[in-house]
């Protein structure tokens, strides 16, 4: 007796690949309610005959949902349309945010009070771009604002989620520079590459879901998977970044379908990517049904970096930076390019936790980008990172790794005997907030480093001092430097 079919798609109009074709119906048919939460599919075998395409066709198909967050297949049980993302009020979770203070970036920087620099310390914690040239930066976006009337109504109202097609063409312009073929459907304008994060992280994953993360990721993500209940993974890394075949491993072990990466200048290894390792990654990504989440929030500090996980596949990896280190982070605009089929989900998720980012600041942001004031201000910004990372090179014994010459930061091994925290603790009793390398573990474990912020602090000559008086900390041995106790 053949199977009855719950659900048969239309194909008709739908062009390019099949399998990418089934998936799409079953997007639009979940979307329209035609197929409720609960809905089993009909087997693999059933649905190819009935659209007589071969039984892998279907089956890379319902992979691709599943990847998309459309379906969950149970092994034995057969393949079940998810229920759908919840609403904004399902994703408040009780529990209080950090409680930082609020003029410190490090709220969200790294996500831990023992992380922000007292008043008075020379401030070696935060990745703030040079103070020096924010006002600069941001003032020629504010010129004859208020002179059209017209548009200012039309930016005073509310907006689309997904945003105005302006301002996404802009983004569009904007993350062309970094090597990606964008047209302005492919943007999402977010709230800073957290917001951006947050977003899509929304979107791709629920409750319970998990995340593949580098062993040292930066802590905004372990915020956003507190927040939302996303579980972490860990996956190993070395020279060059996340490891393909560790990803391979963890992405089976645990199912996940999310990873996230910085391939450009990590926060805080300093590492980028080569293009092997990218390609590499990829071809993970497609072997092991994974979506991408790649953060190129400091791409614009590396001297022509390889091409973004995003261009080598958009289908797999979405994109997402900001103009918070090149600008100005109190803007609070960043882009996401995404694939066609998450755009709207993400748009959700930007509905659900602010309605829409605010026009006003957008147009600032499109009129930074349009008449090249943005570029110019990412490279006064490389320009002093570069002049700040001589300055740390010649004081301390680094070794960043190749393409870092212009990085925010370093990344600083300690000494045998020393453990990140206690360093810290002395380094901050000494008048130098630096942060300690637990912060940027999951699991809180000491990967025996600090990182050294070069930026925040207002000049050069206040970094010498700081990194000084580092140099001079780690001339000493740990219990010599400890208080008796
Ligand atoms: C790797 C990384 N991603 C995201 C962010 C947050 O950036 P934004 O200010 O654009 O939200 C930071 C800030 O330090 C960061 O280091």
């Known amino acids: 007796m053949p199977e009855r079919l719950t659900w048969t798609p239309d194909l008709t109009a739908r062009s390019g690949a099949r399998y990418r074709a089934i998936a799409d119906a079953l997007a639009g048919d979940i979307d329209s309610g035609r197929l409720p939460a609960g809905t089993r599919l009909p087997t693999h075998r059933a649905l190819a005959r009935a659209l007589d395409v071969t039984v892998g066709t279907v089956t890379r198909a319902y992979g691709e949902a599943e990847r998309r967050g459309l379906v969950e297949a149970t092994v034995g049980r057969g393949t079940f349309v998810r229920a759908a993302t919840p609403e904004a009020a399902d994703w408040t979770r009780p529990g209080a945010p950090p409680t930082t203070d609020p003029d410190s970036a490090l709220c969200l920087e790294d996500c831990g009070t023992e992380n ?8 070696l914690s935060v990745n703030y771009p040079a103070r020096a040239f924010l006002a600069g930066a941001l003032q020629p976006g504010l010129v004859g604002l208020d002179a059209d009337a017209g548009r ?18 802009a983004g ?44 040292l990721t930066w802590p905004g993500v372990h915020y956003i998977a507190r927040q939302h209940g996303i579980r972490l993974v860990t996956v190993a890394s070395d020279a060059q970044g996340m490891r393909p075949d560790a990803l391979a491993e963890a992405a089976r072990r645990s ?35 994974l979506t991408l989440v790649e953060d190129d929030i400091y791409g614009f500090l590396a001297d022509s970096p390889p091409a973004p996980l995003a261009a080598r ?93 212009a990085s925010f930061h370093v990344w600083l091994q300690l000494p045998e005997g020393w453990r990140a925290s206690s360093f810290t603790a002395e380094a901050r009793a000494r008048g130098v907030a630096v942060t300690s390398g637990t ?26 001092t700081g990194l000084g008086i580092i140099a001079d900390l780690l001339e000493r041995r740990p219990e010599a430097a400890m208080p008796m106790v």
């Open 116 to 123: 922000v620099a007292p008043q008075g310390q020379i401030d």
């Open 439 to 464: 912060a940027f573990r999951a699991d809180g474990g000491d990967p025996g480093a600090v990182r050294l912020c070069l930026s925040a602090v207002p000049d050069r000559a206040q970094l010498e």
């Open 152 to 169: 200012l109504t039309a930016l005073a109202g509310y907006q689309p989620s997904v945003g105005r097609p302006e301002h996404r063409a």
């Open 255 to 289: 199912g996940a379908r999310t990873a996230y990466l910085v391939p450009t200048l990590h926060n805080p290894s300093n590492v980028t990517m080569p293009d092997a390792r990218r390609d590499a990654l990829i071809e993970t990504a497609r072997a092991e049904n």
């Open 313 to 405: 596949d958009p289908d797999r990896a979405v994109y997402v930076t900001s103009l918070s280190k090149c600008v100005a982070p109190g803007l609070r605009v960043g882009f996401v390019k995404a694939p066609e089929w998450l755009v709207p989900r993400i748009a959700q998720a930007v509905a659900a936790d602010t309605l829409m980012v605010s026009a006003l600041l957008l147009e600032i942001a499109m009129k930074l980008i349009d008449v090249g004031h943005a570029q110019a201000a990412a490279d006064a910004q490389r320009r002093e990172a570069a002049a700040r990372q001589q300055i740390a090179r010649r004081l301390l014994p680094v070794r960043e790794p190749e393409g870092a010459e």
């Open 172 to 215: 569009a312009r904007w993350v062309a520079r970094f090597g990606l073929d964008a047209r302005a459907r492919d943007i999402v304008p977010v709230h800073g590459t957290q917001g951006g994060l947050t977003a899509v992280l929304h979107a791709l994953d629920r409750p319970g879901d998990l995340l593949l993360v580098e062993e």
